[in-house]
């Protein structure tokens, strides 16, 4: 089938490729001429792992093109719509969606489909098969049929996601003829995966539900997480023998500084002010948020606390910039709401990530911020060393060699993803989230954190400030 693709982000360029790794020919289009060339001539603007594969193979094979010129959709039998629909200030915004549909709509021909794919606020959808009616019918052409395509992907799983789902979600906003759905299940033959189909504003009340309720679970167990803290629990454990129970599965419940990227935080926060908008309470949906923001000012607590009630003139290790491994997006990304905290505190904080090209971005939005060309260096004659980010590089890194470069054997895991008893050994006083407090003393053994590597010599638990040591006294 020949598809064009509207936008070449994280979601459009990502869907042009694997659909021409199912055999469609595929335009990608987006304004930005630069952008096009240096994809046509096979350079990713992202990084995603298993991307530049397809798309140099599909460049080759013929099946791919990307293209400035907006005319191209003329020739398309579907035409997929992947703009943008966030604000610089978090919020949603329809206005790049109905300026590329007021370009686009009217170059789509009349035996064509249009989907598509960003992610909607409900209201337009319910405006939306008028809107391109209206425009369909000012230019004295034919209806076309609109349907929604929301997407399931994540980053730096995106491809693998997109070519093996666990389902895929049609959304029908305008399809009298049945020909819009026809072509949609065509585009998805390929599939061993449920397809739904729904009304529109259901297709798209579907995808925000799907990342609330992941946000939901993870929020979730940061609670959980701050009554082990208080009694002296091991949120892993928990967790492990709750997730056991089909009802609630193991997914998203690993505690930490909480969610970032450009979806999830958004769309927590674009749902409750919706809501407060619209007069409807989403009380559950508001503390998500809260519990979600609370967890980065406690990674900072927990640094402060273990250096003696101060960061002022403290130097931090900061392991990880990106809102998670193997990406390079920095929206909304945990370690700089951290960072600009621990800066702000009088800190001296050096941060290490491995993503190429972070850093330049990162220094334009936090002058202050110091960055190391490897972990060593950024762990060079620190006082404590925070994990912001669990790139597999940094969990396994040489963490005795770790201990022997720093002032202050002090590590705190913002992803509860360290194995506390080797970090214990190696000499460090250990915090994560919902795993107490761990250092190496003569006598006691570990209460309340994981031991995931053979048995230390000797270990020592303590509480967090203000809990009762209920497990030391046991
Ligand atoms: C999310 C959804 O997972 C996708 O299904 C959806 O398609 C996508 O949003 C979207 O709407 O486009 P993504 O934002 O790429 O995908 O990242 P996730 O893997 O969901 O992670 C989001 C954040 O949650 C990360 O910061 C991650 O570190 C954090 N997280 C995840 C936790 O803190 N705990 C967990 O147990 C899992």
Redesign the pocket.
């Known amino acids: 089938m020949r598809v064009a693709v509207i936008g070449q982000g994280y979601?459009g360029l990502v869907t042009a490729a694997c659909l021409g790794e199912w055999g469609h020919e595929v335009v990608g289009i987006d304004a930005d001429a630069a952008k096009m060339a240096r994809l046509q001539a096979g350079q990713s603007p992202i990084r995603e792992p298993g991307l530049d594969e397809l798309i140099e193979r599909h460049l080759d094979d013929g099946l791919l093109h990307f293209s400035s010129d907006i005319r191209a959709v003329s020739a398309a039998q579907l035409v997929m719509v992947a703009v943008g629909t966030t604000d610089a200030d978090g919020g949603w915004q329809t206005g790049t969606m109905r300026a590329a549909l007021n370009d686009v709509v009217p170059l789509v021909s009349d035996d064509g489909v249009l989907a598509i794919r960003s992610?909607l606020p409900p209201e337009f959808v319910r405006q939306l098969p008028a809107f391109v009616g209206a425009i369909r019918e000012a230019n004295g052409l034919a209806p076309i049929p609109v349907m929604l395509n929301p997407?399931?992907?994540?980053?730096?799983t995106a491809v693998s996601d997109f070519l093996t789902p666990d389902r895929v979600v049609i959304g029908i906003a305008s399809d009298p003829s049945g020909r819009g759905l026809k072509v949609m299940r065509r585009l998805y033959h390929e599939i061993d995966a449920p397809v739904v189909v729904l009304k529109a504003v259901d297709a798209c009340l579907a995808?925000l539900a799907?990342?609330l309720f992941?946000a939901t679970?993870?929020s979730f167990?940061n609670e959980m997480a701050a009554l082990c803290d208080a009694f002296g629990g091991t949120v892993d454990e928990v967790v492990a023998a709750v997730g056991l129970d089909p009802r609630i599965g193991p997914?998203?419940?690993?505690a930490?500084i909480?969610?970032?990227?450009?979806?999830?935080p958004h769309?927590v926060r674009m749902v409750s002010r919706m809501g407060d908008a619209l007069g409807i309470q989403t009380p559950l949906i508001s503390a998500v948020h809260q519990v979600n923001e609370r967890q980065r000012t406690q990674f900072v607590d927990r640094l402060r606390e273990q250096l003696g009630g101060s960061l002022a003139g403290r130097r931090i290790a900061l392991l990880g910039l990106t809102?998670?491994p193997n990406t390079d997006d920095l929206r909304e990304a945990?370690a700089l709401t951290i960072a600009e905290l621990m800066l702000a505190e009088g800190a001296e904080v050096c941060a290490y990530d491995p993503a190429p090209g972070v850093y330049a971005r990162v220094a334009a939005i936090l002058p202050g911020l110091y960055f190391a060309p490897s972990w060593r260096e950024a762990l060079d004659g620190a006082d404590a060393v925070g994990l912001v980010t669990e790139w597999p590089e940094l969990v396994a890194l040489d963490w005795e060699a770790a201990a022997g470069l720093m002032r202050q054997r002090i590590v705190v895991d913002g992803?509860n993803v360290l194995s506390v008893a080797r970090l214990v050994d190696a000499g460090f006083t250990y915090v994560g989230f919902g795993r107490g407090v761990a250092s190496l003393e003569d006598g006691v053994g570990l209460a309340g954190a994981a031991i995931d590597h053979p048995a230390p010599s000797a270990l020592r638990a303590t509480m967090l400030t203000g809990a009762r040591p209920v497990a030391a006294e046991q």
């Open positions: 979601v992610t997407e399931f992907t994540r980053e730096s995808k799907s990342n992941l679970k993870i167990a997914a998203f419940l690993r930490g909480g969610f970032g990227g450009s979806c999830l769309q809102f998670k945990p992803r």
